[in-house]
């Protein structure tokens, strides 16, 4: 006979205006004790009447605060290794950090942000990409994203094969819905392993 009517709201009107409601605790924007930056304002240096202002003798009239982030920008650093000849003839060079392996990469934290925006706010890798690239004028692509998200699922697996035989073991996996909690002692040490 066709798709059924949906029902109406149930939902009864309290009469009461929307919105705030008289009496209700509201949150505004507060004074922050840390200030970043400071900005003084000052005098004009001439009155209308042509005599000079003493900037010494001002004193602070109000002050206003400009919530903000700042503007982002992607930080460069530069690994150095140097080399010296001893005068016995041996070479002598310093080694670049772990991790530091190619001419021009991209760090930790560029990855780690990719990662956590496609597995862990679930946008798509080109979207990434790209908010990647307006928040942070860094552009990577879509195709480089993917990559650190399989790099990042390799280092996982062995903790993750861990939860999953634990799971597997343990008398109650609390795969319910219920309000009721057992404590399991390996799979805690698991999920811990798998954090940190």
């Known amino acids: 006979m066709g798709l059924a009517k949906k029902t109406g709201s149930l939902r009864v009107a309290s009469g009461k205006k929307p919105g705030g409601q008289a009496g209700h605790a509201g949150k505004t924007l507060e004074r922050s004790q840390h200030v970043d930056t400071v900005i003084d304002h000052p005098l004009p240096r001439h009155r209308t009447c042509g005599a000079c202002l003493a900037g010494a003798d001002a004193q602070l009239n109000e002050q206003r605060q400009v919530f903000d982030i700042p503007v982002a920008r992607y930080h460069v650093t530069e690994h150095r290794t140097w080399q010296l000849r001893c005068p016995c003839g041996q070479v002598h060079q310093s080694e670049f950090p772990e991790g530091v392996t190619e001419a021009v990469q991209y760090g930790p934290n560029v990855r780690a942000l990719a990662v956590h925006l496609t597995h862990g706010r679930f946008l798509p890798l080109a979207r990434s990409a790209q908010l990647i690239n307006q928040l942070y004028g860094l552009s990577v692509s879509p195709g480089t994203v993917f990559a650190w998200g399989n790099q ?45």
Request: glycine fraction near 2%.
């Open 152 to 196: 990042v699922s390799k280092l996982l697996l062995p903790s993750v094969a861990c939860i999953a035989q634990t799971l597997i073991d343990v008398r109650v996996a609390h795969a319910d819905e219920s309000g009721l909690w057992v404590y399991d002692v390996e799979l805690q040490l698991c999920i811990a392993s798998f954090s940190a």
